[in-house]
């Protein structure tokens, strides 16, 4: 088993960010057709394009079809949608890889699709409707299934003693990290832009929205 081609989108900030108002779907669309184009793979020999997605309606799996298709894939390829929270594009690799193995077919695509700004707004990710027997009851490992993820993470950082200023210098050295990387071409390969993407990005910084 090969590994021929790894992409991705631009990563930019949640509201304000220059691709805030782009559709996952048509960022989804983006990368299948520069992995198609890159590869040279004919579209029908894909049999499968697993996309890990967790916060929209109907598990991502309606508009993730749409911009398979809409990125030329015919009948021949199936999709599907797996949510397994912040493991998802994981396991959608780790889907794809099996079914290889097991010789279900030879080849097929692997991927993820969110966009914070659409989908996690304004329910953060925490469901409207839950059962309140559950959401009151006794048992409070269930309850906690429902804490915010902001929440989540201030418990951990105080169970184990992770300061702010330990967080933010390390944040700080991450960012300047991935800067010099991207100024020294390492993400040159794997990052897709598109003239489109690129207008929104420059329009969004121009009109002072992206700081």
């Known amino acids: 088993m090969v590994i021929i081609s790894a992409l991705r989108t631009p990563f930019t900030r949640a509201v304000k960010g ?19 184009s890159r590869t040279g793979v004919p579209t029908d020999q894909v ?14 799996h309606k508009v993730s079809a749409m911009a398979v ?5 015919g009948p021949a390829t199936t999709v599907h949608t797996i949510n397994r929270q912040c493991a998802s594009s994981s396991q959608a690799l780790s889907s794809v890889a099996s079914q290889i193995r097991l010789g279900a077919y030879d080849c097929g695509i692997a991927c993820g699709v969110e966009s914070m700004t659409m989908d996690y707004f304004p329910h953060r990710g925490i469901p409207p409707r839950v059962a309140p027997t559950l959401r009151d009851g006794p048992v409070q490992e269930s309850k906690d299934v429902i ?16 300061t702010r200023e330990i ?17 020294r071409g390492f993400f040159k390969h794997e990052i897709v832009h598109s003239s ?16």
Do not use: W
């Not at 049999?47 to 991502?60: C, I, K, T, Y």
């Not at 298709?69 to 894939?73: L, Q, R, S």
């Open 18 to 36: 220059g691709l805030a108002k782009t559709y996952p779907e048509e960022l989804l669309a983006q990368i299948l057709k520069a992995t198609v």
């Open 47 to 60: 049999r499968e394009v697993a996309v890990g997605a967790v916060l929209q309606q109907l598990g991502g």
């Open 69 to 73: 298709k809409d990125a030329g894939f």
């Open 147 to 162: 804490v915010p993820m902001g929440i989540t993470s201030e418990n951990v950082a105080e169970k184990y003693g992770i």
């Open 167 to 183: 967080q933010d210098q390390f944040a700080v050295e991450s960012q300047r990290k991935a800067a010099e990387a991207q100024k």
């Open 196 to 211: 489109e993407n690129e207008r929104r990005i420059r329009t969004r910084c121009l009109d002072g929205s992206r700081h």
